[in-house]
């Protein structure tokens, strides 16, 4: 893993630097291998220090930190592509390659949700253990902010197994570095993905290079040691090449992104708590004709989950139902956070089409299960509603107009059937057997009245609902002429979903979410 991020940044931002590299090659630090201008470290210093290494093998890949409670500290792009039985940990393992410290297999990655793989922001990531080892020492990491525990300038230590030069070899046993925290502003002066830094991460080094962490050390801690208490308060993270002159170490802030790791660590199953429709009933549709839902699952507790095992099952007169796109399984889902998976599915002939999709977290043994039917009626003699100005449609969604059946393709809203064209959202799919036929001209516009209506005035503090914006718990917006107001926790995690499935006053859908005053 610790390759992708040095290939890329050796592709996009190393390649005319190769004098720092001869420069650095001319440093003392490299006449004995050291992290880079570094020294073997104090094995009784670093006990919480843990390798991370492949399942069939002792060569560390990446650093990281033993935090304590089962659970190893380490950085998102070490990890962000592994599955868990592919790694495991060496807690207190001091050499590389080597078979000391203690092993332990791995049961579950979190990523951060909000780590960035362009600019590596939040890369921050936790491994829970098959086991909780025994007789290893954990360290204590930042809390509150960074600067609670020091100023620019500052010397911080980082440790690792990294190459002891940009583009060298790894060392023998651990190294460590002391190097003085750089400002923000300072090490945003390098351009590029540092102008980003800060936020979420800091930077230490040298302007003159020569010391620092490279290849191999991602992962890995960097602390402050006062007094004898040791307080991990970063991850190192990236930089460009190693040691060069004004190319500061980056390092993951970990007071930032505390919440992530307490969220997990601290965040039982007893605080579990998911909510999403268990039964739902959709608009009919047509024989032949393909049936698309998203389904919406809210973490509505505090501690972040992933989900697992995620499928889907049709049944009734619906052909196997397909995962069209699926934004649940692929990060964990934040308390307070949603995410939603589609599915598309058939009916085989005319009767009720169900399907069913389950689920799991990690945190409970239970299978969660959400289930959607729908009638599916032959062509000759459906009649779903008319179509209507003011209402949303979804992909799938079939209605009359001038005695012909169309489908959205997309989600719409004020597009009429029968201008909508080749390209346009509306696509025929049928006669309507409705009875009377209603006009094929589109309604004509009425003259404009000198004195429009007068809405009734929304009360103070009211807007326009915006379809996109983020809503919470008590906002108050019209829409339609109606006024509505977003429901409290955690029905209000609707207020501001996908655009379309929750506008106040439109479809049913939007009742779980507003209130109409
Ligand atoms: C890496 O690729 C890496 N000079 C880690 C740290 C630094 C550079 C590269 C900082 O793992």
Not at 72 to 99: E, F, S, W
Not at 325 to 338: A, H, K, P, W, Y
Request: aromatic content about 8%; overall charge negative; hydrophobic content about 35%.
């Amino acid at each position: 893993m610790k390759n992708k991020i040095t290939m890329a940044l050796a592709m996009t931002l190393m390649s005319p630097c190769l004098f720092a590299a001869e420069t650095i090659n001319q440093n003392p630090a490299e006449v004995s291998p050291r992290i880079v201008g570094g020294v073997d470290a104090n094995p009784a210093e670093w006990k919480f220090y843990t390798q991370i290494v492949n399942s069939n093998s002792n060569r560390s890949f990446c650093g990281a930190s033993y935090i304590g409670d089962g659970f190893v500290l380490t950085a998102a792009h070490c990890v962000d592509t592994d599955a868990p039985n592919h790694i495991a940990v060496k807690i207190g393992g001091y050499r590389y390659n080597g078979t000391d410290g203690v092993r332990v297999n791995v049961s579950e990655i979190y990523i951060h949700p909000n780590f960035n793989t362009r600019n590596l922001a939040n890369d921050i990531a936790l491994l829970k253990l098959a086991s909780v080892p025994a007789g290893v020492t954990p360290v204590e990491i930042a809390d509150g902010s960074l600067y609670q525990y020091v100023s620019d300038g500052d010397l911080l230590t980082v440790a690792g197994l990294g190459r002891t030069s940009e583009g060298g070899s790894s060392p023998t046993v651990l190294q460590e570095v002391d190097v003085p925290l750089v400002s923000d502003a300072a090490c945003r002066q390098a351009g590029g993905s540092y102008t980003a830094v800060g936020d979420v991460s800091f930077c230490a080094g040298v302007p003159q290079g020569g010391i620092d962490s490279c290849q191999g050390d991602s992962g890995g801690p960097i602390v402050i040691n006062r007094g004898g208490v040791t307080t991990q308060l970063g991850i190192v993270s990236w930089g460009v090449g190693c040691a060069r002159p004004n190319k500061y170490g980056v390092y993951s802030d970990i007071a930032a992104l505390r919440q992530f790791v307490d969220g997990i660590v601290h965040g039982g199953s007893d605080k579990v708590h998911i909510t999403y429709k268990e039964n739902e009933v959709l608009a009919d549709f047509i024989v032949g004709e393909p049936k698309q839902h998203t389904f919406t699952i809210a973490n509505t507790g505090f501690a972040p989950i992933t989900i697992d095992r995620l499928s889907v099952t049709g049944s009734g007169v619906a052909t196997q139902p397909v995962i069209s796109n699926d934004r649940c399984s692929q990060s964990t889902l934040l308390g307070n956070d949603v995410c939603q998976v589609s599915i598309e599915f058939g009916a085989t002939k005319a009767g009720t089409a169900s399907a069913a999709l389950s689920f799991e977290i990690d945190k409970t043994t239970t299978v969660y299960t959400a289930n959607v039917s729908a009638t599916a009626k032959d062509s000759t003699g459906f009649c779903p509603t008319d179509w209507q100005d003011g209402n949303v449609y979804l992909p799938g969604d079939t209605v009359t107009w001038g005695g012909k059946l169309w489908r959205a393709k997309w989600w719409t809203q004020g597009e009429h059937p029968s201008t909508s064209g080749q390209w346009g959202v509306w696509e025929e799919v049928g006669i309507a057997d409705c009875g009377p036929v209603n006009p094929v001209e589109p309604p004509v516009q009425p003259p404009v009245e000198p004195e429009p209506p007068v809405t009734p005035e929304p009360p103070v503090g009211s807007d326009s609902y915006v379809a996109g914006t983020s809503y919470s718990a008590g906002d108050i917006v019209t829409n339609g002429g109606s006024t509505y107001e977003c429901k409290s926790w955690p029905y209000n995690l609707w207020c501001g979903a996908t655009p379309s499935a929750y506008e106040p006053g439109v479809g049913t859908n939007w009742q779980d979410a507003w209130i109409l005053r």
